[in-house]
T-cell receptor
Framework: KAGVTQTPRYLIKTRGQQVTLSCSPI?????VSWYQQTPGQGLQFLFE???????NKGNFPGRFSGRQFSNSRSEMNVSTLELGDSALYLC?????????????FGPGTRLTVL | GENVEQHPSTLSVQEGDSAVIKCTYS??????FPWYKQELGKRPQLIID?????GEKKDQRIAVTLNKTAKHFSLHITETQPEDSAVYFC????????????FGSGTRLSIRP
């Protein structure tokens, strides 16, 4: 099976702009979770989608949003970008039966906000 | 809220020695504890996990122990090798579809030749 893929791999934006990141899960996986990874903060959970519905949400402002399509592909959107949003954004997919499923991570999208 | 603390943040050991990374969790209902390894420039990958119905699990040079009473679990790597150099993350979650996985802050392990 193909692994989790993310596009784009690298992105440079300026403050105030918005950005959309995409994640394609492993075939058959119905859950997609998004994480923000920064050097000082580790892996911070953003949200999880399952069957096109947000099932869990982390402690991020409303500028961070997401959605999931019927084919389980997911997008994450960040509006009004701030310098502090520069990070590696990872998505992870799992079969979706519960949080004890193994999470398979994608390669990440490195976002730089100037 | 739920929290997972991980120590140490950095660890340097001589090749061939053992390395131990410790995590504590706050949610007493947590019953699933995975460990992920992230090599430089690569994605995190699951290396071992343990569920609350067992106290220890081994896989070759890697072992994880769990103490539910004290709410802590540890990763043990024996006979360390250069390829063990990476950042290791512990995590904890409940076995509920509505639960999320909480990650520790990571440990950067360096193996000295």
């Amino acid at each position: 099976k193909a692994g989790v893929t993310q596009t784009p791999r690298y992105l440079i934006k300026t403050r105030g702009q918005q950005v959309t990141l995409s994640c394609s899960p492993i075939s058959g996986h119905r859950s997609v979770s998004w994480y923000q990874q920064t050097p000082g903060q580790g892996l911070q959970f953003l949200f999880e989608y399952f069957s096109e519905t947000q099932r869990n949400k982390g402690n991020f402002p409303g500028r961070f949003s997401g959605r999931q399509f019927s084919n389980s592909r997911s997008e994450m959107n960040v509006s009004t970008l701030e310098l502090g949003d520069s990070a590696l954004y990872l998505c992870a997919s799992s079969p979706g039966s519960g949080s004890t499923d193994t999470q398979y991570f994608g390669p990440g999208t490195r976002l730089t906000v100037l | 809220g739920e929290n997972v603390e991980q120590h140490p943040s950095t660890l340097s050991v001589q090749e061939g020695d053992s390395a131990v990374i410790k995590c504590t969790y706050s949610d007493s209902a947590s019953n699933y504890f995975p460990w992920y390894k992230q090599e430089l420039g690569k994605r995190p990958q699951l290396i071992i996990d343990i569920r609350s119905n067992v106290g220890e699990k081994k896989d070759q040079r890697i072992a994880v122990t769990l103490n539910k009473t004290a709410k802590h679990f540890s990763l043990h790597i024996t006979e360390t090798q250069p390829e063990d150099s990476a950042v290791y993350f512990c995590a904890a979650s409940r076995s509920s579809s509505a639960s999320k996985i909480i990650f520790g802050s990571g440990t950067r392990l360096s193996i000295r030749p």
